[in-house]
C-alpha cells in the first residue's frame, strides 16, 4: 500500500479559487491559467518565448 493522493473538496476549493480553464490563444488548447492576465499555455509560452525577445 501505498500514499497515494486522492482528489478531495481541495481541487474545488482551489477551481473556487484563482484558477480558471482558458483556452490558449494560440493553440486554443484548454489550460489552467494561473492568473488572469495568462491567455496562452505555457507550451506555447515556451516556444513562443523567442518572439518577445
Ligand atoms: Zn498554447
Given at each position: 500500500?501505498?500514499?497515494?493522493?486522492?482528489?478531495?473538496?481541495d481541487?474545488?476549493f482551489r477551481e473556487h479559487?484563482t484558477?480558471?480553464?482558458?483556452?490558449?490563444?494560440?493553440?486554443?488548447?484548454?489550460?489552467?491559467?494561473?492568473?488572469?492576465?495568462?491567455?496562452v499555455?505555457?507550451?506555447?509560452k515556451?516556444t513562443?518565448?523567442?518572439?518577445?525577445?
Open positions: 500500500m501505498s500514499d497515494i493522493a486522492l482528489p478531495s473538496k481541487e474545488e479559487h484558477q480558471k480553464t482558458r483556452k490558449c490563444l494560440l493553440c486554443t488548447t484548454n489550460f489552467e491559467s494561473e492568473w488572469a492576465g495568462e491567455r499555455c505555457k507550451k506555447c515556451a513562443a518565448a523567442w518572439r518577445q525577445g
